[in-house]
C-alpha cells in the first residue's frame, strides 16, 4: 500500500501542476490578446455616449463664445488699426538716409522696354570706368543707377545723349521721393550749343548764368568754349519737359 501511495501521489501532483500552468498561461495569453478599444469607445465610456448630438453641439458652442470673449476684450486695450499712419522722421535721419545714393542717375529708355540683364550689361560696358555700377529696376520701365565712382557717375551724367539698340536713354540725376509710378519723365539733362557769343561772353561765369536761365545747371564745357570761342560755347543742362 506504501508503494501503492507513492506511486500514485506523483501523477495526481503532476496533474495539478500542470493544470495551474495551463491556467497562467491562458491568463497572460488573455492578457496580451485583449483587443484594443477605440477612440469611439474611449469617449463613449466617458459618458459622452449618453449626450445626444445637440447637446454636443451647445457644449462645443459654448466653449468657443467663451474664448472669442476673452479675445475682444483684449483687443479692446489695443489702439484701432490706423491705415494711414503717420511716422515721424528727423531731418537728419532723412539725409542719412539719402546720402548713399546722392551718386545715383535715373534711367529710361524711350520707345522699347529694356530688361534690367540686358540695361546692366549696356551700363558696365559703357559707363563703368573705375568703380562699381549697381543697376536696378523700377517699375514703369525706369531704371536706377548707383555708381561708387564720381567719375563714373559724371561720366554718364554729361557726356550724354546715350542710345542703346537705337533708342535714346532719358538720364536725369536722382532724387529724393522719387516714386516711378506716379512720375512722368520731368526732367532730362542736355547739352546746349550757344553760338556767336562776343569774345568777352566765352567765360564759365556768364555760361553759367546762361544755364541757370534754361534750367537746373550742371556743366560748362570749358574746353571746348575756349577752343571754339567765336563759333560756339556748351553747356550741360538739366531742363523740365
Given amino acids: 500500500m506504501d508503494d501503492m501511495k507513492k506511486g500514485g501521489g506523483a ?4 496533474k495539478v501542476t500542470e493544470g ?18 477605440s477612440y ?17 453641439v451647445e457644449m462645443v458652442s459654448e466653449e468657443y463664445n467663451s474664448e472669442d470673449l476673452v479675445m475682444d476684450s483684449s483687443m479692446d486695450d489695443e489702439a484701432p488699426f490706423d491705415p494711414k499712419p503717420n511716422i515721424e522722421v528727423s531731418q537728419k535721419e532723412y539725409d542719412k538716409w539719402c546720402r548713399p545714393w546722392k551718386l545715383s542717375l535715373i534711367v529710361k529708355p524711350l520707345g522699347k522696354t529694356f530688361n534690367l540683364q540686358a540695361l546692366d550689361r ?4 559703357r559707363w563703368m570706368k573705375k568703380g562699381a555700377i ?18 563714373d557717375y559724371a561720366h554718364a551724367l554729361f557726356e550724354s545723349p546715350w ?3 537705337d533708342h535714346y536713354l532719358l538720364v536725369q540725376r536722382w532724387r529724393p521721393l522719387f516714386l516711378p509710378h506716379e512720375t512722368d519723365i ?3 539733362s542736355v547739352w546746349v550749343r550757344i553760338p556767336n557769343l562776343p569774345a568777352e561772353l566765352y ?24 577752343h571754339s570761342r567765336g563759333k560756339f560755347a556748351r553747356i550741360c543742362v538739366e531742363i523740365d519737359l
Wanted: proline letters at 3%.
Fill in 20 to 37: 495551474k500552468n495551463q491556467t497562467d498561461n491562458k491568463g497572460d495569453s488573455e492578457k496580451f490578446m485583449k483587443p484594443k478599444i
Fill in 163 to 165: 542710345m542703346m539698340a
Fill in 203 to 226: 567765360n564759365k561765369f556768364f555760361l553759367w548764368k546762361v544755364g541757370k536761365a534754361l534750367g537746373t545747371m550742371l556743366k560748362v564745357d570749358e574746353l571746348t568754349s575756349i
Fill in 11 to 14: 501523477p495526481e501532483q503532476k
Fill in 186 to 188: 520731368q526732367k532730362v
Fill in 122 to 125: 549696356w551700363v558696365q560696358r
Fill in 134 to 151: 549697381r543697376v536696378m529696376d523700377l517699375a514703369g520701365n525706369f531704371f536706377l543707377v548707383k555708381f561708387t565712382d564720381q567719375d
Fill in 40 to 56: 469611439r469607445d474611449m469617449v463613449m465610456e466617458n459618458g459622452f455616449g449618453k449626450l445626444n448630438p445637440q447637446e454636443i
